[in-house]
């Protein structure tokens, strides 16, 4: 875990007074509009890492290379002139073509410049799906990564509590939104019914996870420290 | 002297005192001769209760977690020192069933996610596909989608201004608004048959247009809501019981607020002026005259005032959308994507083939991607659709503004009572059905 983020407020009134008066978006081409402002920047700072930007009916979409994607998504926090402070979803996209790779893709938001970017990387089938977790940097990503591996199977290195969420602890049929998990599940309905029927409700939450004594080396650094100052959050 | 502790037990009817006049139910020490001695606990015999940690297990059955969240709290006597949610107890798959319909077929889906605000999800989803088609649509149908929106805003607000009241102990709003969400409902039943899962759009346009009479109505209950707003407003907001159950609880500040996530009313009452209907408009949203409500202490008060203003500008909104209605046609005129009239398809052959087409194979959109975000009562709703130019999308992404909402629910309610949990847990504005999906 990196040491905490500087982060400039956003505050009531702090989108830039320079930026165009936002209007809704009329006959979007198809490909080739207008790119976002922050890709010639971000092609500057990182160069070779920006494999390609795409436009798509007005959604500039940039692929970075898997082991920076984590630096983009920093610089892009950080950077005065960019400030994407907002992370609006994490997610993945496999094709049904097998030979493409499967897609990890950001929704980030700049709210003081009022800017949308689709960060993606490409993971090779029969690789490790593995990339770096962007939870130091954007809380929100804590779900959102657990869902997309909950969903993909996809490793997100760095998250701090990297389990299952929508789908039970002891669930062993698989990523459900893998194109090759089939739409009724891998098993019959009758074992289906059989391993819920067997499953011991008690057992999906360890005991250890419960028990904050136990527990406390496992935590993350913010709130052991919060924890040791006896502090309470939200005040 | 050794000593002999007993409790003196006495009938509930007397008053409370023994034959000797003394306190009743109290532990009494008496020596061996009998006679009572003072009550003065030697030091060390208080037992040691600091430290001594409790699980409460809230759920997943319980009328105050709004649907099936389950909470694991531990407690150091009432006070919540970690919370751990549980979530995924309604999980159906949507995401994945989606990957196996027509674009069309997945609007009745976008019903049962989000099932307080069903047509606002009708219209986040149209609006997603038709900019995957590269379609526009008319501007009749744009107007009656902003009234959709906004009338699903007050809908998804009256529920939970209703069932948060009852949650902290007011049961007399709760059906003053329910009656006017009933009103709503009738709105949309004249309108498409349906109460909950309307399914109210299609891809370039609408299930329908709008019934004779209907906008006088609309006019109707745009007329007569404020005043039943205003009495919720008279009731609750300065009540005393409700200010001082909401007042500095799950506080977030603006930049916590952002870097978790939060969208919406949630952090709009942290202080941050930030809706997408303002800042990356859809629908035509710039043209119209209204206010974006914002917060200052990012509290469960503020997040209350919130709602009930972006209640108050909704009307506002609906009314420069009844002045502005135009005529004309709701569904664009491409009979690639929009079924053409029935009457025309068993006389006109070209009508025959496109109804043909459309219904067995579906229209396909242009290889692409889109991501389209709607200011959805709860935060910010997203399509996020992937097309390989068949008739399917290859992937079909809901981004839940609930379930990121809820995802800072532990930083909220560490540090505070157990029941402040129930009123923070309110404040969230969950609905489990799009949490789970």
Redesign the interface.
């Known amino acids: 875990m990196t040491a905490p983020v500087p982060f400039s407020p956003v505050l009531a009134g702090a989108a830039s007074p320079n930026a165009p008066a936002p209007a809704t978006p009329k006959s979007v081409p198809h490909r080739g509009g207008a790119v976002n402002p922050s890709v010639d920047a971000l092609v500057q700072k990182f160069g070779t890492a920006v494999r390609r930007v795409d436009v798509v009916w007005g959604e500039t979409t940039v692929v970075v290379d898997v082991p920076r994607i984590a630096d983009v998504v920093q610089w892009l926090h950080d950077d005065p002139g960019q400030r994407y402070d907002f992370l609006a979803d994490v997610t993945a996209v496999e094709f049904r073509d097998v030979e493409q790779p499967i897609e990890v893709v950001w929704h980030i938001r700049s709210l003081p410049y009022r800017r949308f970017l689709r960060l993606k990387v490409l993971l090779e089938k029969g690789a490790a799906l593995a990339v770096p977790s962007v939870w130091s940097i954007h809380k929100s990503a804590d779900w959102l990564e657990r869902e997309c591996f909950d969903m993909f199977g996809i490793k997100f290195e760095g998250h701090p509590d990297l389990r299952r969420i929508l789908m039970w602890e002891q669930y062993r049929e698989g990523f459900p939104l893998r194109k090759d998990f089939p739409l009724r599940g891998r098993f019959s309905r009758s074992e289906q019914l059989r391993q819920a029927l067997a499953a011991n409700p008690e057992a999906r939450y360890s005991m250890e996870e419960l028990n904050i004594a136990q527990a406390y080396e496992d935590l993350p650094d913010e709130m052991r420290r919060r924890l040791s100052r006896g502090e309470k959050t939200g005040e | 002297m050794a000593t002999t502790k007993r409790t003196v037990e006495v009938e509930l009817s007397t008053s409370g005192l023994d034959p000797q006049g003394r306190p009743a139910r109290v532990p009494l020490v008496t020596d061996e001769s009998g006679n009572v001695m003072t009550l003065e606990a030697p030091p060390g015999l208080e037992p040691e209760l600091t430290g001594e940690?409790m699980?409460i297990n809230i759920g997943p059955q319980h009328p105050a977690t709004h649907g099936v969240l389950r909470l694991?709290l531990?407690l150091d006597g009432e006070?919540v020192?970690?919370c751990?949610p549980?979530?995924?107890y309604l999980?159906c798959?949507f995401?994945?069933?989606g990957e196996?319909r027509q674009y069309n077929q997945i609007i009745p889906w976008t019903d049962r996610e989000d099932y307080l605000n069903s047509p606002g999800n009708n219209v986040a989803f149209a609006l997603g596909a038709e900019?995957?088609f590269?379609i526009?649509i008319t501007e009749r149908c744009t107007v009656l989608r902003v009234i959709t929106c906004e009338l699903s805003r007050i809908m998804s607000h009256l529920v939970w201004l209703g069932t948060t009241c009852i949650d902290i102990g007011a049961f007399t709003p709760f059906l003053w608004a329910f009656y006017q969400r009933e009103a709503i409902y009738k709105l949309l039943e004249d309108w498409v048959g349906a109460r909950l899962t309307t399914t109210i759009t299609r891809v370039g346009g609408m299930a329908a247009d709008v019934p004779d009479g209907w906008v006088d109505q609309l006019k109707h209950f745009v007329l007569t809501f404020p005043k039943t707003l205003g009495e919720i407003d008279r009731v609750v907001t300065r009540n005393g019981i409700w200010v001082g159950r909401t007042i500095?609880?799950?506080?977030?500040s603006?930049?916590?607020a952002?870097?978790?996530?939060?969208s919406g009313p949630m952090l709009r009452a942290s202080?941050?002026?930030?809706d997408l209907r303002?800042?990356?408009?859809?629908?035509?949203?710039?043209t119209y005259d209204f206010d974006v409500p914002?917060g200052t202490n990012g509290d469960v008060y503020d997040r209350f005032l919130v709602r009930m203003e972006e209640m108050r500008q909704s009307i506002r909104i609906l009314e420069q959308a009844i002045a502005r209605l135009p005529d004309g046609p709701v569904n664009i005129d491409d009979h690639r994507v929009v079924l053409p009239p029935k009457s025309k398809a068993t006389s006109d052959m070209e009508s025959m083939i496109h109804h043909f087409k459309q219904v067995m194979e579906g229209p396909r959109p242009?290889i692409?991607?889109?991501?389209v975000?709607v200011e959805s009562p709860k935060g910010?709703k997203?399509y996020?659709m992937?097309s390989?130019g068949?008739s399917k999308p290859?992937?079909w992404?809901i981004?839940p503004p609930s379930?990121?909402n809820?995802?800072?629910i532990p930083?909220?309610?560490?540090?505070?009572l157990l029941s402040d949990v129930i009123a923070i847990n309110a404040s969230i504005d969950i609905v489990m059905g799009e949490i789970?999906?």
């Open positions: 940690h699980l694991v531990e006070t020192v970690r751990i549980h979530i995924g999980h798959g995401e994945k069933i196996y900019r995957l590269g526009e500095g609880l799950g506080v977030m603006p930049e916590e952002v870097n978790y996530g939060l202080g941050v002026a930030y303002k800042d990356f408009p859809y629908l035509d949203y710039e914002i242009p692409g991607e889109s991501y975000a910010e997203g996020y992937v390989d068949t290859v992937r992404r981004r379930f990121v809820l995802s800072a930083k909220m309610v560490e540090g505070h789970d999906r």
